[in-house]
């Protein structure tokens, strides 16, 4: 079935530092890819989003970019900050798959120390 | 509401009890999935309801949970003889129309703990 695999953790950055968070998928068809955040204390909610092959999903200096060819959507932002961290959840969604809804990463939880 | 509402917020039972959790979609959401989340687990389906349509129960892990939904909103999670391994956090999540790509509002979830 269709699934997603994502860097374990946790990682440890310092402010200002570089971050990639990989995430590799297995899907029949065209999924959709996100990534969601779950920060302390909070509920997931979605960070970016990308619909179909090339699309590059972005929001508060993240990125990733639907590489079809790699099955993979890896997470980026130039420079974190404290306030990054928090658990990141890869994600698919594959309605024309055998589920209507979204299969989720075992998360990665990223801690920014200043 | 504004948000997906979610209760009790924490839930601490004995095991072998039966256990409700409860879940109001935001207002219009057709669609409505509960998902839980174990520590080190992820978050693991568990079931999804859209529209009128049989729920997918593809993901429940016994037949000691069910779920039901009323009249297309509110949605009852119940588990039955709860066991120790139940312990986790119960998400509830909904979406405008279930479709591909759609994005999904999360609840804060429903602690269980099951002594």
């Known amino acids: 079935g269709d699934s997603v695999t994502q860097m374990e953790g946790p990682v440890t950055l310092s402010e200002e530092a570089f971050l990639t968070i990989n995430c590799t998928y297995t899907?029949?068809?065209?999924?959709?890819l996100f990534w969601y955040v779950q920060y302390p204390g909070e509920g997931l909610q979605l960070l970016l989003k990308?619909?179909?092959?090339?699309d590059k999903g972005s929001n508060k200096g993240f990125e990733a970019t639907y590489r079809k060819e790699t099955t993979s959507f890896h997470l980026e932002k130039g420079s974190v900050q404290v306030s990054d961290s928090a658990v990141y959840f890869c994600?698919?969604?594959?309605?024309?798959?055998?589920?209507?809804?979204?299969?989720f990463g075992k998360g990665t939880k990223l801690s920014v120390k200043p | 509401g504004a948000g997906v509402s979610q209760s009790p917020s924490n839930k601490v039972t004995e095991k072998g009890k039966d256990v409700e959790l409860r879940c109001d979609p935001i207002?219009?959401?057709?669609?409505l999935y509960w998902y839980r989340q174990s520590l080190g687990q992820g978050l693991e389906f568990l079931i999804y309801?859209?529209?009128?349509?049989?729920?997918?129960k593809s993901g429940l892990p016994s037949d000691r949970f069910s779920a039901e939904r009323t009249g297309g909103s509110v949605s009852t999670l119940t588990i039955q003889r709860t066991q120790q391994e139940d312990s986790a956090v119960y998400l509830c999540?909904?979406?405008?129309?279930?479709?591909?790509?759609?994005?999904?509002?999360f609840g804060s979830g429903t602690q269980l703990s099951v002594l």
């Open positions: 207002s219009g959401h057709t669609a």
């Open positions: 899907a029949t068809g065209y999924p959709s």
């Open positions: 999540a909904s979406s405008l129309g279930g479709g591909d790509g759609e994005k999904l509002f």
């Open positions: 990308a619909t179909k092959a090339d």
């Open positions: 994600a698919l969604s594959n309605y024309g798959g055998s589920q209507g809804n979204l299969i």
């Open positions: 309801f859209q529209g009128n349509s049989a729920p997918d």
